[in-house]
């Protein structure tokens, strides 16, 4: 007897140890990197090593991606012709994936299209269709090749990750964060990700930014546990002329800035690397190419916004959606 009042009362002693445990407390760190800025919001950081360690992984990525800064690992694959980085080659194969499934869609080897149409430094420029011709010459998955681990680009092909680099953080990010079972909100620019469940039992609250007035959002996705969600659009980086938007993810079929009816996808998935991918694949595929491509897959939910302002969501994803009207794509 005297023994299950000693257990009672310990168990007691326990249930309430958990239940009036103060819950891990949120704090936010910005950090400056990959052409973006960046907050980590991490909850139980109590010494802030965490936040320590996760900004300096991120300087180094942003050191290992960078096309533009010329003491950048990529910059030196792109001015020597090859590199053997571990970095470079897992982001390599994994666009090879991304690319291999979405018909080419994309293409980490357009930098120098890029450059052309002046979204490098933003000095935009509308090239000759000789121009376009001329530098797509330089373009193509058939452009590199992985010869013992190593990269080797053909001729004067350059690589470009910038369409996948902040998801493959958010990934880096993410099994730090699970291997210390600490929660996180994670926004890397355009790139959100969760990790864990949110402190108190809500979901994650993730905004969608409106692609016609980018200081609002169209809609907010309430998401529980570890997600990547990542947004591609036509207003990030673009330029108008004669009433014509030409943004900076390029259609590697006609060398050219993506003309279709989408104004931003948005991709909700495990991974972060394929949320960043697939967002500009998506992207460049147009709106029936890409809800067929959900329609064949089963690692991703998407919203798409078309530029007539009509908002589709993926079946798997409706009852997330908050404060949005919506059409659904079915299966
Ligand atoms: P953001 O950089 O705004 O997060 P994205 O993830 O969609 O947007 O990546 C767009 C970037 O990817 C461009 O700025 C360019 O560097 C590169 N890019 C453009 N078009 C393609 C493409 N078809 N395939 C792969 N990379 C691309
Ligand atoms: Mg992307």
């Known amino acids: 007897m005297k023994r299950s009042i000693a257990l009672f009362i310990i168990l007691t002693l326990l249930i309430c140890a958990v239940g009036c445990a103060p819950l891990p407390e949120p704090a936010d760190t910005f950090v400056a990197a990959m052409d973006t800025e960046m907050t980590l919001r991490l909850y139980g950081d109590t010494d802030g090593s965490a936040a320590k360690y996760l900004t300096a992984e991120l300087f180094r990525l942003d050191a290992v991606f960078s096309p533009t800064?010329?003491?950048?690992?990529?910059?030196?694959?792109?001015?020597?012709?090859t590199i053997r980085d571990a970095d470079i080659l897992s982001l390599l194969q994994t666009a090879d994936e991304i690319s291999a499934r979405t018909n080419g869609a994309l293409d980490v080897t357009l930098l120098p299209l890029s450059r052309l149409w002046g979204f490098i430094g933003?000095?935009?420029?509308?090239?000759?269709?000789?121009?376009?011709?001329?530098?797509?010459?330089?373009?193509?998955?058939?452009?590199?090749?992985?010869?013992?681990?190593?990269?080797?680009?053909?001729?004067?092909?350059e690589l470009d990750f910038g369409a996948?680099?902040?998801?493959?953080?958010?990934?880096?990010?993410?099994?730090?964060?699970?291997?210390?079972?600490?929660?996180?909100?994670?926004?890397?620019?355009?790139?959100?990700?969760?990790?864990g469940d949110k402190p108190g039992g809500e979901?994650?609250?993730?905004?969608?930014?409106?692609?016609r007035q980018p200081e609002a959002c169209i809609m907010t996705l309430a998401l529980r546990g570890t997600n990547a969600v990542v947004t591609s659009g036509d207003y990030q980086r673009c330029f108008d002329l004669d009433g014509v938007r030409y943004c900076h993810i390029i259609d590697p079929a006609t060398g050219s800035p993506v003309q279709n009816d989408l104004c931003s996808v948005t991709i909700v998935a495990d991974s972060g690397v394929l949320a960043d991918g697939l967002s500009t694949a998506l992207f460049v595929m147009g709106p029936d190419a890409a809800f067929e491509h959900w329609r064949q897959s089963d690692d991703f939910e998407a919203v798409f916004v078309l530029k007539d302002g009509t908002v589709y969501v993926t079946e798997g994803l409706k009852g997330a959606v908050r404060n949005c009207n919506f059409e659904v794509v079915s299966r």
């Open 69 to 81: 800064e010329e003491s950048s690992t990529l910059y030196s694959l792109n001015r020597f012709k």
């Open 122 to 157: 933003a000095s935009y420029y509308l090239p000759t269709a000789d121009e376009i011709a001329e530098t797509s010459r330089r373009t193509g998955t058939d452009k590199y090749e992985v010869v013992d681990d190593s990269v080797r680009l053909k001729g004067d092909a």
């Open 203 to 211: 979901p994650w609250m993730i905004g969608i930014q409106d692609p």
């Open 164 to 195: 996948l680099a902040k998801g493959y953080a958010a990934d880096v990010c993410r099994a730090y964060l699970e291997g210390l079972d600490m929660p996180a909100l994670l926004t890397l620019g355009g790139n959100v990700q969760s990790v």
